[in-house]
T-cell receptor, first 111, second 110 residues
Framework: AAGVIQSPRHLIKEKRETATLKCYPI?????VYWYQQGPGQDPQFLIS???????DKGSIPDRFSAQQFSDYHSELNMSSLELGDSALYFC??????????FGSGTRLTVV | DAKTTQPNSMESNEEEPVHLPCNHS???????IHWYRQLPSQGPEYVIH???SNVNNRMASLAIAEDRKSSTLILHRATLRDAAVYYC???????????FGKGTRLHILP
């Protein structure tokens, strides 16, 4: 079965650079979520989209933005990167109140 | 957000059943009880969810107390591959997002 696809798997950026993470949800899933997981931390909710509209917002810094496109894939744009942005970034998708399916994540390292 | 309380860690022997407890005394009538797990170096994985009645699937069973203030995730026969952090999460039916708490780190002893 198709899963949630995230790219790239690994990304190394320098401070103050920008990064774009991509997420391709499971076909027919109508909601996409982004989570950030720092080293030794639990996943933190960033933002979600339902039918291409932002549906909820969590602890997402103003330097980050996200959108969902007409083909339902989503991108998380991160600017003015800081060392503290180094983390695993997970995307998940779901259909109504069933469980989420998470991708394998993108490991972002800011140096 | 309604909160859950779980033990920080638990140990179990391989091939034995594991009962992972979760307290959620402030649960509301519209909260579903969800369980996820996260294996090392992987994304979280959905395990099971329920509202009032006990639930079974191929991965686990979920036993929900009659007053819904607690629940137990049951792994019927633990394997080394079940070693993970298990998260008990309340998800309001009116709210899309799930919020991860601290979870229980389950160690499986060979």
């Amino acid at each position: 079965a198709a899963g949630v696809i995230q790219s790239p798997r690994h990304l190394i950026k320098e401070k103050r650079e920008t990064a774009t993470l991509k997420c391709y949800p499971i076909p027919r899933h109508d909601t996409v979520y982004w989570y950030q997981q720092g080293p030794g931390q639990d996943p933190q909710f960033l933002i979600s989209f339902y039918e291409k509209m932002q549906s909820d917002k969590g602890s997402i810094p103003d330097r980050f933005s996200a959108q969902q496109f007409s083909d339902y894939h989503s991108e998380l744009n991160m600017s003015s990167l800081e060392l503290g942005d180094s983390a695993l970034y997970f995307c998940a998708s779901s259909l109504n109140v069933d469980g989420y399916t998470f991708g394998s994540g993108t490991r972002l390292t800011v140096v | 957000d309604a909160k859950t309380t779980q033990p920080n860690s638990m140990e179990s022997n391989e091939e034995e059943p594991v009962h992972l407890p979760c307290n959620h005394s402030t649960i509301s009538g519209t909260d579903y009880i969800h369980w996820y797990r996260q294996l090392p170096s992987q994304g979280p994985e959905y395990v099971i969810h329920g509202l009032t009645s006990n639930v079974n699937n191929r991965m686990a069973s979920l036993a929900i107390a009659e007053d819904r203030k607690s629940s137990t995730l049951i792994l019927h026969r633990a394997t080394l591959r079940d070693a993970a952090v298990y998260y008990c999460i309340l998800r309001d039916v009116r709210d899309d997002k799930i919020i991860f708490g601290k979870g229980t780190r389950l160690h499986i002893l060979p």
